[in-house]
């Protein structure tokens, strides 16, 4: 497994200076992204109104046009089917964050308001179709490795009772206690998920072999500006194609 890091500065203390491993037997299959760290964001002092406003606009935009046009037709998520194909995953049964989101909005004319971190990047995910995420870093255990699954991870998923199996052989973010904190790029977990206290973040910008790699920076560019608009934060980065 490569190291797959810019390094952070000498002066960040250890919750600030995780890194990153990035496993080229996953990305040899397609997978591609961008990681960084957003530090010292403030979700306590975050315009609502402002944020809403904001998410209203990204959400108004889906469904002002017709579904085929955003989920048939779009070559990134098609991208995330065929990624998905490629390691086993049924792409009838598990849809990528994206055009989930796509299709909640479809559904029921809106996307899950959560909170300020959580909306925005929601937001920016709908707007370039990549599939974004972020984990509270002071819940994660050392440093975080994408890499194939073996079967043997911890996996709680964000809103389950109880943890549930890992497939083998699929793709996933793990930390180094062996918990899954997000499995492929669809569900996150109870573990890292952000909360209104949540200050530090690990950013996923991720995309798939129809994804440039000029899509994925500004993908993270437009993430990560948004985030600074709303709520603060300085970003560390991690990797970038």
């Not at 440093?143 to 083998?168: C, K, Q, W, Y």
């Amino acid at each position: 497994m490569t190291h797959a890091i810019i390094g952070p500065p000498a002066s960040l203390d250890r919750r600030r200076a995780l890194r990153f491993h990035l496993d080229p037997d996953v990305t040899a299959k397609g997978v591609t992204g961008s990681y960084c760290l957003l530090l010292g964001v403030d979700q306590t002092g975050a315009n609502a109104d402002a944020i809403e406003a904001f998410v209203d606009q990204a959400v108004a935009s889906v469904r002002a046009r017709a579904r085929r046009d955003l989920i048939s037709a779009d070559p990134i998520l098609a991208g995330f089917r065929t990624l998905h194909r490629a390691f086993g995953v049924p792409t009838r049964k598990l849809f990528s964050a994206p055009e989930t989101l796509i299709r909640y909005v479809e559904k029921r004319g809106d996307i899950p308001r959560i909170g300020p971190l959580v909306d925005l990047y929601n937001a920016v995910s709908l707007e370039t179709g990549l599939a974004l995420g972020a984990h509270d870093i002071a819940q994660i255990d050392g440093d975080i490795s994408l890499r194939m699954t073996t079967g043997s991870e911890n996996f709680h998923p964000v809103g389950a009772a109880e943890p549930e199996p890992v497939r083998p052989g699929e793709y996933a973010y793990v930390d180094d206690g062996g918990t899954v904190i997000c499995r492929l790029e669809v569900r996150q977990v109870e573990k890292t998920k952000v909360t209104p206290e949540t200050t530090d973040v690990f950013l996923i910008i991720q995309g798939n072999p129809a994804t440039p790699p000029q899509t994925i920076r500004a993908g993270q560019d437009r993430l990560v500006s948004v985030l600074q608009r709303f709520l603060g934060g300085t970003e560390v980065p991690l990797y970038r194609p």
